[in-house]
């Protein structure tokens, strides 16, 4: 089956230190790719997409490309603010099947 | 545009009741998804519902149900309530045109707690 794994949390970095959180994906054919972001109490927010290989998402500073061949979308961005400090998660959902598949979640702090 | 709705957003329960839980779609949304969320499992789907039918349900018992109405509004309910279902209850839309699916967005969540 659809399975996403993230790497292992919580990170913690300075305030505009370099981010990445690596994702790779297990699908057949070629899954969507998200992510979204959860700040404490709240639901999820979509910060980006992209919907095939070598797509780039981007929004807010954070971008993320569709790697086929390493099956990865990992997520960076070049200077992270305290106000990025939140759950992070990646997630595929397989053509109009509208069921996503998320990884466990990476828990990012960011201080000033 | 106002986003997804979720009532009500916080609610405890006894062990044995049921409850149903509302999510409003954003105006123009056919379709929702039910997920859980909890600290041991993480992120799981529960189901989908489109056009007031079922389209897709994840691994979870019977206890778990859900309904669509005609103005795309849904409800889920879970019946004969254990501890294990305390919980975050995310409600998700999103726009079906044709048979292109676009990108799903959430509500607030109801957290459910089973005493």
């Known amino acids: 089956g659809d399975s996403v794994t993230q790497m292992e949390g919580p990170v913690t970095l300075s305030e505009e230190a370099f981010l990445t959180i690596n994702c790779t994906y297990t699908?057949?054919?070629?899954?969507?790719l998200f992510w979204y972001v959860q700040y404490p109490g709240e639901g999820l927010q979509l910060l980006l997409k992209?919907?095939?290989?070598?797509d780039k998402g981007s929004n807010k500073g954070f971008e993320a490309t569709y790697r086929k061949e390493t099956t990865s979308f990992h997520l960076e961005k070049g200077s992270v603010q305290v106000s990025d400090s939140a759950v992070y998660f990646c997630?595929?959902?397989?053509?109009?099947?509208?069921?996503?598949?998320f990884g466990s979640g990476t828990q990012l702090t960011v201080l000033p | 545009k106002a986003g997804v709705t979720q009532t009500p957003r916080y609610l405890i329960k006894t062990r044995g009741q049921q409850v149903t839980l509302s999510c409003s779609p954003i105006s123009g949304h056919r379709s929702v998804s039910w997920y859980q969320q909890t600290p041991g499992q993480g992120l799981q789907f529960l189901f989908e519902y489109f056009s007031e039918t079922q389209r897709n349900k994840g691994n979870f018992p019977g206890r778990f149900s859900g309904r669509q109405f005609s103005n795309s509004r849904s409800e889920m309910n879970v019946s004969t309530l254990e501890l294990g279902d305390s919980a975050l209850y995310l409600c998700?839309?999103?726009?079906?045109?044709?048979?292109?699916?676009?990108?799903?967005?959430f509500g607030p969540g109801t957290r459910l707690t089973v005493t």
């Open positions: 992209a919907t095939k290989a070598d």
């Open positions: 997630a595929l959902c397989r053509g109009s099947a509208r069921q996503l598949t």
């Open positions: 998700a839309s999103s726009l079906v045109s044709g048979t292109r699916s676009y990108e799903q967005y």
């Open positions: 699908a057949t054919g070629y899954p969507s």
